[in-house]
């Protein structure tokens, strides 16, 4: 019941202040109505307008969190996003898939992991990052990249489809 309650909240806050302009003081006004219903939300969560955020119960965000226009992220597991994070427009944060079951993704069951991404991380504009996946600290994932497994050097930059290392920062 409360995943439907929160479900219907975040639409509602979307809606509110969909038509209302990105300015840094109203976004931060949508983070902190986003945040009644998070895990755990620190100060100055900015939202875009068109980001669409569900599951906000799963959804952990540290302090100086910027997300971006037409941005999603679903959580149905555990999504943590750390301090001074920005995201970019038009990513996507999922911590589920589908599975298959007899030849088909209709029905199989769905499987959930952590996504975690660390503080001062920078995601480019157009990347989807899934489950188990983790960014370390002070990371860049290039635009159009796709994030599915875990790196641990901090200050790096990672690109590409399925993302790869390619340098420290």
């Known amino acids: 019941m409360k995943n439907k309650v929160l479900l219907i909240y975040s639409w509602f806050v979307r809606s509110l202040l969909?038509?209302?302009?990105?300015?840094?003081?109203?976004?931060?006004?949508?983070?902190?109505?986003?945040?009644?219903?998070m895990a755990s939300c620190g100060k100055d969560f900015q939202v875009t307008h068109d980001a669409i955020l569900k599951g906000l119960q799963n959804l952990t965000v540290g302090n100086n969190v910027f997300i971006g226009n037409h941005t999603?992220?679903?959580?149905?597991?555990?999504?943590?996003?750390?301090?001074?994070?920005?995201?970019?427009?038009?990513?996507?944060?999922?911590d589920g898939v589908h599975t298959s079951l007899n030849g088909s993704f209709r029905y199989g069951p769905p499987k959930s992991g952590?996504?975690?991404?660390?503080?001062?991380?920078?995601?480019?504009?157009?990347?989807?990052?899934?489950?188990?996946?983790?960014?370390?600290?002070?990371?860049?994932l290039?635009?159009?990249?796709?994030?599915?497994?875990?790196?641990?050097?901090?200050?790096?930059?990672?690109?590409?489809?399925?993302?790869?290392?390619?340098?420290?920062l």
């Open 72 to 94: 999603i992220i679903l959580a149905s597991f555990n999504i943590e996003i750390a301090n001074e994070v920005l995201i970019a427009p038009h990513c996507t944060i999922v």
């Open 142 to 168: 290039g635009a159009n990249s796709f994030l599915n497994k875990k790196f641990n050097q901090e200050l790096s930059f990672y690109t590409g489809s399925p993302a790869k290392f390619i340098k420290k």
């Open 114 to 140: 952590a996504v975690s991404i660390c503080s001062g991380a920078w995601i480019g504009a157009n990347s989807t990052i899934t489950i188990n996946s983790f960014l370390p600290r002070g990371s860049v």
């Open 18 to 37: 969909f038509l209302f302009p990105d300015m840094p003081i109203l976004m931060r006004f949508r983070g902190f109505l986003y945040s009644f219903g």
